[in-house]
């Protein structure tokens, strides 16, 4: 993600075309609802557990600039 505030902070062109942005806070959100789940409902904890990646371009830069860290 930080490699996308140079490249399409500056306004030139590239051959580089996106990033994916993880969400930490959604991951931790997701984390305590499993284990709340399982500690308070008794339903196991999944063994493996994916959340969906922000896809960050040129046109959804400005939005997650900030977010980067640019």
């Known amino acids: 993600g930080?490699?996308?505030c140079g490249l399409f902070g500056q306004g030139?062109?590239?051959?580089?075309?996106?990033?994916?942005?993880?969400n930490s806070a959604l991951h931790?959100?997701?984390?305590?609802q499993l284990l709340h789940?399982?500690?308070?409902n008794g339903k196991p904890?999944?063994?493996?557990?994916?959340?969906?990646?922000i896809l960050v371009n040129?046109?959804?830069f400005p939005q997650y600039?900030?977010?980067l860290g640019c």
Do not use: C, H
Not at 12 to 22: D, I, N, P, V
Not at 37 to 40: G, I, L, R
């Open 12 to 22: 030139q062109k590239s051959g580089f075309r996106g990033t994916m942005w993880l």
């Open 58 to 60: 040129e046109e959804t």
């Open 2 to 4: 930080s490699r996308s």
């Open 65 to 67: 600039k900030e977010m």
């Open 45 to 53: 904890l999944p063994e493996k557990t994916y959340s969906d990646p």
């Open 28 to 32: 931790g959100q997701l984390a305590i």
């Open 37 to 40: 789940d399982a500690v308070a």
